[in-house]
Each structure stands twice: as structure tokens, then as C-alpha cells.
């Protein structure tokens, strides 16, 4: 049996996903996109929306993540695997 699909669902997710182009995700994205998208919890992306370091939109009583806010934030925080062991930045 399948489970019916929903309108949070992003296209191709699931344990296989095949995320669709950048620019075919919506303007604004709810927080278990966004979540799927940089492959967290969604409790772990509350808790960067609430510290401020996701950025949010907000729309009544619901909070949405600019798609390009979301892309500049991962590109901001990209690292070289310089063959050394990860450390806190």
C-alpha cells in the first residue's frame, strides 16, 4: 500500500530522493521542505529558525524559508575537505 502523497511532499523525496533543479523549488518553503532539503530534522531547522540563523519569512501564523535564502545560507557555510579532521568553526 502507498501512501497518499501530499502537497508538503518536495518532488522525488523519499530514501532515494532526487531532488528537483534548484529553480523548479517554490519561492517560499515550509520547514519539513527545507529540512528534507539539507537533510536534518526538522526539529534541528526549528531550532536554527528559532536562533535566527536560518532565515524565515513570516505569513500570518505561518513561517516559511526563502528556497535562496536557504541556498546562500548552505553556500556561506561551505568547507574544503582539506584531508584533516573536521573542527568547530
Request: net charge neutral.
Amino acid at each position: 500500500m502507498t501512501r497518499p502523497s501530499d502537497d508538503r511532499d518536495l518532488p522525488g523525496a523519499g530514501p532515494q530522493a532526487s531532488f528537483p533543479s534548484f529553480r523548479e523549488l517554490p519561492l517560499l518553503l515550509n520547514a519539513e521542505q527545507a529540512a528534507q532539503l539539507l537533510a536534518i530534522s526538522r526539529a534541528h531547522l526549528y531550532e536554527l529558525m528559532r536562533s535566527g540563523e536560518i532565515p524565515i519569512v513570516r505569513l500570518g501564523r505561518s513561517t516559511r524559508i526563502p528556497a535562496d535564502a536557504l541556498r546562500d545560507w548552505v553556500a556561506c557555510r561551505q568547507q574544503r575537505w582539506t584531508g584533516e579532521p573536521w573542527t568547530d568553526v
